[in-house]
């Protein structure tokens, strides 16, 4: 442990500053968890004694990735069964396959079952989409195999629907009869255990608790999203629907003031997950609690839903190749009308807000209320975010820039639902223009790159990737003219997403006065072909001087 006068030096083989004033260094100064001094030994033996560390003689540093859109629901998740399409790996290190057929998803949900101790219990599992199955949906004949009398509840992978079998139907009162949006019926008027958004969900949520997103709001959800954030090169991560209740407070302040956490935490506020509705009675006084590693103040409102459920709200004319009994349209989760009002009552506490708009239509309602608002009760460097903003094209980004509203692109998406986008949401025009970083950054607005954890992984690296290559998972390059260059990729990891937030006089780059946050790489990332940056690798992290090397991964 540094002591609060000692400076330590670390040697690396190249630092990638971020600062364009310096964008080179080989050495660091590090003083009381702080960036003392950047260059070269030489320049910095003028600060006095100094211990020489040469850990990092042979590695590449550059600052701690920032990961500005993912939840503690990353690390809650792992206490569920894993029934997702693609490989992914839990915060133990281990890798879960993922399942290709609705038969293999019924099958890990019958061997849950089977593992369990006890013969009434529940299975909770999540991660699985039915996009990646011709559109063939789940139904509660599927999930009856697994039980037809205990609840099986299966969430998304877009954490915006669920599948549950007949008794969770039963036990939820959910009927042909229950008049709520987003309640699936089949052709026989029937409900067909498909719950769309979270009116319909709540029916269940109501009667199971909020699991999912509860556990990761534990001492041990939060020490497994450090963990799964550490082996990516995350140093700073937000959850971005945070309830701001006392316990979740108290379990945030309690872990992330250990000396060994190695993450640091940035809660949003998000009134769609507060019963009471407290608002400002819940933000302004957790604030209070922010230490060096927690960081209360921002707030998140989600107004559409999914692009890959169909349930966001695009522009005329509509989705693409829908599946059958799926709506043109998507669902309003908060009204139009009710927006800029909802907006106006964190914008006048100054505090920054951060808005999940998937489809180009809530884009536009967003835009709207945020520049009605703007007119009655202007405010400098707000630094509103518009969270995903997948579809928003040019003029939206113009609009964006002339009234200072920063975007945080799902850049992840090309990848994993890029084929999908292409044949079945968006058709070909538009899904090449997804994600428009080029266009993002020709018009002037402030962006950053996000994984919406564990929507998709949590890999800052492969984020950036995604927005370099723009590659889906059959290899189909979506719209070529929308490629950023690897450093303006890595900039959005760093300095773009900590200026979202408005923690970039703290973090986002290496140089004097910044916290000591750095990432550790094996490999140079600027220097490795752009298709090869996914595969840098990761050694560790240092949070504030202190160092975190990497915990080995199991196969």
């Known amino acids: 442990m540094q002591q609060s006068n000692d400076i330590t030096i670390f040697k690396a083989r190249s630092i990638i500053t971020m600062n364009p004033m310096q964008p080179r260094a080989t050495h660091v100064a590090v003083r009381e968890g702080r960036i003392l001094g950047v260059g070269d030994e030489a320049s910095l033996k003028g600060w006095g004694a100094a211990t020489l560390d040469e850990t990092f003689a042979d590695k590449v540093l550059m600052p701690g990735l920032v990961e500005g859109h993912c939840h503690l629901l990353e690390g809650g998740m792992w206490s569920y069964v894993y029934v997702g399409f693609y490989d992914r790996r839990g915060p133990d290190g281990k890798l879960w396959t993922g399942l290709k057929s609705f038969d293999e998803v019924i099958g890990r949900l019958k061997e849950a079952r089977a593992a ?3 013969d009434s219990a529940p299975i909770y599992a999540w991660g699985f989409d039915p996009i990646y199955f011709d559109n063939q949906r789940m139904t509660t004949e599927h999930l009856d195999q697994v039980s037809d009398t205990q609840r099986v509840v299966l969430l998304h992978a877009s954490a915006h629907l669920m599948n549950v079998n007949s008794a969770m139907l039963r036990e939820a009162n959910i009927t042909k009869e229950t008049a709520i949006e987003g309640v699936v019926l089949d052709e026989n008027g029937k409900p067909s255990g498909e719950l769309q958004e979270f009116a319909a969900m709540y029916l269940v949520y109501r009667k199971i608790g909020n699991i999912f997103f509860d556990a ?6 939060i020490w497994n999203f450090a963990r799964v954030a550490q082996l990516a090169g995350v140093t700073t991560a937000t959850d971005l629907v945070n309830d701001l209740s006392d316990t979740t407070i108290a379990n ?14 940035v809660p949003a506020y998000a009134p769609s997950r507060d019963a009471e509705n407290k608002a400002l009675q819940r933000v302004l006084p957790a604030m209070d609690n ?6 209360f103040g921002i707030v998140k409102l989600v107004i559409d839903g999914s692009i890959q459920g169909f349930t966001a709200r695009v522009r005329w004319p509509g989705y693409y190749n829908p599946p059958n009994g799926v709506q043109k349209n ?25 808005i999940h708009t998937n489809g180009d239509e809530a884009t536009e309602v967003a835009l709207d209320a945020i520049e009605q608002l703007l007119e009655e009760s202007p405010r400098w460097d707000h630094r509103h975010t518009l969270q995903h903003c997948q579809m928003a094209d040019a003029y939206q980004f113009r609009r964006m820039a002339n009234m200072g509203v920063c975007a945080n692109l799902f850049s992840n998406h090309l990848y994993y639902w890029g084929d999908a986008h292409y044949a079945l949401t968006m058709g070909p025009d538009r899904a090449n223009r997804m ?7 020709a018009t002037g607005v402030r962006f950053s790159l996000h994984s919406d954890a564990p929507i998709t992984p949590l890999a800052p690296l492969f984020t950036a990737w995604c927005a370099v290559n723009r590659q889906t998972a059959s290899g189909r390059v979506l719209g070529d003219s929308e490629k950023i260059s690897v450093q303006d990729a890595l900039s959005a990891m760093t300095l773009g997403a900590a200026y979202t937030l408005k923690l970039d006089e703290k973090i986002g780059s290496i140089e004097v006065g910044k916290l000591a946050d750095f990432a550790v790489l094996d490999d140079d990332p600027l220097e490795v072909a752009p298709e090869a940056l996914k595969d840098v690798r990761v050694w560790g992290t240092v949070l504030g001087g202190r160092v975190f090397p990497c915990a080995t991964k199991n196969a």
């Open 252 to 265: 945030l302040s309690k872990v992330t003031l250990l000396d060994d956490y190695p993450l640091r935490i």
């Open 290 to 295: 922010n230490n060096d590693k927690l960081h």
């Open 216 to 221: 990761g709001q534990t001492e041990e959800g």
């Open 435 to 441: 994600n428009a970083t080029a266009t993002a950054k």
């Open 116 to 118: 369990a101790a006890d």
């Open 330 to 354: 998507g669902i309003w989760i908060v009204p139009p009308h009710q927006l800029k009002d909802l907006i106006k009552t964190y914008h006048d506490a100054r505090l920054t807000v951060h």
